[in-house]
């Protein structure tokens, strides 16, 4: 199993970004993903979640209204869209895909708010 996110970079306070995140090497159709993020010296937060569905959705209380996840109807790839960033969205994005009770990461994808 692989998981791969793309998107990050720098953007003004303020401006978007769209992060993507795709899994690849299993076939089971019950999975959850999610988007958490961390900052150097602190614990990695959970950011953003989806449901299997697509249906239920949760998010960190200092994102909600700002970010959105989404995910492809068709295969394993979630999307977290992030506008009117601030400083404090400065992070690596890490991607978490949990299929029969394992969890594989991504590597991760920096994002910087920055004037």
């Known amino acids: 199993v692989q998981v791969e996110e793309s998107g990050g970079g720098l953007v003004q306070p303020g401006g978007s970004l769209r992060l993507s995140c795709a899994a690849t090497?299993?076939?089971?159709?019950?999975?959850?993903m999610s988007w958490y993020r961390q900052v150097p010296g602190k614990e990695r937060e959970l950011a953003a979640a989806?449901?299997?569905?697509?249906?239920?959705?949760d998010y960190l209380d200092a994102v909600k209204g700002r970010f959105a996840i989404s995910r492809h109807r068709d295969r394993p790839t979630i999307y977290l869209t992030m506008n009117n960033l601030v400083r404090d969205d400065t992070a690596v994005y890490y991607c978490?895909?949990?299929?029969?009770?394992?969890?594989?990461w991504g590597q991760g994808a920096q994002v910087t708010v920055s004037s």
């Open positions: 090497g299993f076939t089971f159709s019950n999975y959850a």
């Open positions: 989806i449901s299997s569905t697509g249906i239920t959705t």
């Open positions: 978490k895909l949990r299929v029969l009770q394992r969890d594989f």
